[in-house]
């Protein structure tokens, strides 16, 4: 447990928080050093198969802190400034990348910063009463950081452009239907949700879940022949790292009859 960012691992799962609950959940320079730290601790540790990101109270997350992460660091200058950007990019980067899968767990607010990591999960539950905004425009900056480009990633060009525009808030509702997050559930229902999604996911291979989720981030931006080209080496390197997955899979449904890979995962 360290000060601004919490963690309790169970059942193969970090179950990570923005502890900053009196602040909403902001994030200063410190959470984002602590948030990288614990990302490295967390990441082969044997005992973890999934992470989950949530936040402590009512929030998720309300963006970049406007009095230490803006004011206090532009008072120290540019080279305070571009490590503060360096150390918040860096945990959000990492998160991208994560050898596990990530879940974005979506209690309460998310404004602005908050969607560098929610982007940087791989899948995002949040609850019905969870409320999103790309608030920069509210008070007087673009929506940088990643913001900008995230809601370019997720939404429609004229839902990005209405958001980005309008600083209005939308809640887990509309942003499951924008495709901000995968699903929204009433609040009282949203750990069940997660728990079950990654219970889901601690069946399957760890190196598969690793190659399929870097396809998935990786392809978007390949042509079609390039995308063609790096699944077929991203595989042949997965094979490398675990070459009997596979053949289980294949013998357990070809052979033993135990499970069909249509309706669920081997037996691992
Ligand atoms: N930066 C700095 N302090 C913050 C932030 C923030 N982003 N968000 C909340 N806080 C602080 C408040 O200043 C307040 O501090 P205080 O107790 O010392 O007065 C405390 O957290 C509680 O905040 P309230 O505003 O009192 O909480 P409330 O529940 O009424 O409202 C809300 C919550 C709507 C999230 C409001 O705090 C808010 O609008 N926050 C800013 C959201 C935002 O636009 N973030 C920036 C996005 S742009 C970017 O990230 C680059």
């Not at 990570?16 to 959470?31: I, S, T």
């Not at 940088?144 to 990005?160: I, N, P």
């Not at 070459?243 to 070809?254: A, K, M, P």
């Amino acid at each position: 447990m360290t000060k601004t960012v919490a963690v309790d691992v169970a059942d193969g799962v970090a179950w990570v928080r923005f502890n900053r609950p009196d602040k909403r959940n902001c994030m200063n320079p410190a959470l984002n050093r602590e948030m990288m730290e614990l990302l490295a601790a967390l990441e082969f540790r044997a005992d973890v198969g999934v992470l989950v990101l949530g936040g402590e109270g009512a929030a998720w997350s309300a963006g970049m802190d406007l009095k230490e992460f803006f004011r206090e660091t532009e008072a120290l200058g540019l080279g305070a400034m571009r490590q503060a950007d360096q150390e918040c990019f860096g945990w959000w980067r990492r998160l991208r990348w994560y050898q596990k899968p990530t879940i974005a767990m979506v209690n309460g607010w998310c404004f602005g910063g908050g969607y560098g990591p929610l982007f940087g999960c791989d899948l995002a539950f949040a609850a019905e009463e969870a409320q999103f905004g790309l608030s920069e425009i509210n008070w007087g900056i673009l929506p940088g950081g990643g913001a900008a480009k995230v809601a370019t990633e997720l939404m429609s060009f004229r839902r990005a452009m209405y958001h980005a525009l309008m600083g209005e808030r939308i809640d887990g509702r509309t942003a499951a239907e924008w495709g901000l997050v995968n699903e929204a559930v009433p609040l009282e229902q949203l750990k069940t949700r997660v728990a079950g999604v990654a219970a889901r996911l601690l069946e399957k291979n760890p190196v598969t879940l690793k190659a399929t989720k870097d396809a998935i981030r990786r392809v978007g931006e390949m042509t079609y022949d390039n995308a063609e080209d790096y699944l077929v080496r991203a595989q042949e390197a997965a094979n490398s790292f675990d070459d009997q997955g596979r053949r289980e899979g294949i013998r357990q449904f070809i052979d033993e009859k135990s499970y069909k890979p249509g309706l669920g995962t081997y037996a691992r």
